[in-house]
């Protein structure tokens, strides 16, 4: 099929996945639209891509309508939501608003435009499992109180009201639940634990281990994420798949990965261990594998070194001048057919 002055609108653009996301988009030869509200995105993710015919950028916030200028797209994908728990928790309002009517607002264009939507959910749905490695037919264990709950919640809702509408007939939709993703582009100072980690180990910190370390998660590098959301479009497929790396470490694991991938001599320093936090989380991709023919590629190791160096040049830059885009460029790169 051919992508050429095909639209692609990505919520969350210029955040961690959602830059990955527009570059790929745009080496397939699509037009992408990024819209972004730069509370956890940041344009210095995308700046490198303002000067492709093909890319815009636009501040929008998806708890508000999706303004008329977005019509047009063909494929959207809904990546807006800070997934940091240490920002999310800090305004759970916002953060349960932009899953729910984040979801809303682009179930709406999606079917005033006869689009196909991608709602990027999380593991986050199964809470603290009781049924490991987590398959989508499990229900999850979710607090829908505890401090979690603003971003477990709400990406729940945002599932269940797509498949509320799709009881009502939209039936391009697809819905990825998001594991653990890493990469080039996470913050220094985002909080989770692959950024702290290395950014604690590259400054001779120490490094930060919340209750025992025993906890667990699946680390999935950011290009295979990337991968699996692009085939998960691609594919006809309604049902959620989990997106994720089945191969599970505890978190000192990490911690001793990053000491020796960087070669820092930095001490492991307890912090207690945050309310409702996971103790396991592993997904079963079977479903991915045999819908979608993925699986992650790239070894934790592997991506491990490749994030270290991005981290090692970003603490190396002193100040950079960030230029924000005005609110309401919320437009379309000139047709490149009618600019020439
Ligand atoms: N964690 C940690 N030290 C840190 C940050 C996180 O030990 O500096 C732990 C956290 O308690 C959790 C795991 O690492 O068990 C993953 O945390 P993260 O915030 O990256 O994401 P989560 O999977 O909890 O959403």
Same mark, same amino acid.
């Given at each position: ?25 745009? $080496?397939?030869? !699509? ?6 509200? &730069? ?30 200028? $977005? ?24 953060? $349960? ?44 264990? +979710? ?7 603003? !971003? ?12 509320? !509408? ?30 702290? &980690? ?20 699946? &680390? ?20 959620? +798949? ?67 160096? !991005? ?17 309401? +460029? ?11």
């Amino acid at each position: 099929m051919s992508t050429e002055n095909q639209r692609v609108l990505v919520t969350g653009g210029a955040g961690f996945i959602g830059s990955h996301l527009c570059e790929r988009l745009l $080496a397939r030869g !699509y037009d992408v639209l990024a819209l972004d509200n &730069f509370s956890t995105g940041h344009a210095d993710h995308v700046n490198h891509l303002l000067h492709h015919p093909g890319f815009s950028l636009g501040t929008h916030d998806v708890t508000e309508p999706v303004p008329e200028s $977005a019509d047009g797209a063909q494929l959207i994908f809904n990546l807006a939501c800070p997934a940091s728990p240490a920002f999310y928790q800090e305004d759970p309002v916002q953060t $349960a608003l932009t899953s729910a009517l984040g979801a809303l607002h682009l179930i709406k264009l999606a079917r005033r435009n006869g689009a196909r939507l991608l709602q990027a959910s999380t593991s986050e749905v199964y809470g603290d499992p009781e049924v490991h490695p987590q398959h989508e037919d499990y229900w999850g264990y +979710v607090n829908p109180i505890g401090p979690r709950s603003c !971003y477990d919640e709400g990406k729940r809702f945002a599932e269940a009201l797509f498949y509320a !509408y799709r009881r009502e007939g939209f039936s391009s939709m697809r819905v990825a639940r998001l594991f653990n993703c890493y990469g080039p582009r996470l913050r220094p100072g985002d909080g989770r634990v692959v950024s702290n &980690f290395i950014v604690q180990a590259l400054r001779g910190e120490p490094l930060t281990v919340y209750g025992d370390g025993q906890q667990t998660r699946s &680390f999935c590098y950011v290009d295979d994420t990337v991968d699996g959301l692009l085939r998960l479009m691609d594919a006809d497929v309604d049902v959620p +798949v989990n997106l994720g790396n089945p191969i599970e470490n505890t978190v000192l694991e990490l911690a001793e990965l990053v000491l020796s991938l960087t070669g820092s001599r930095s001490r492991l320093e307890r912090r207690p261990l945050p309310a409702d936090d996971p103790k396991r989380r592993r997904p079963d991709i079977t479903r991915a594998r045999s819908l979608l023919g993925w699986e992650p590629r790239v070894r934790l190791r592997d991506g491990l070194e490749r994030t270290i160096d !991005y981290f090692r040049c970003e603490l190396d830059l002193s100040r950079r001048t960030v230029v924000l885009p005005a609110k309401g +460029v919320n437009t379309w790169a000139v047709n490149r057919a009618v600019s020439g």
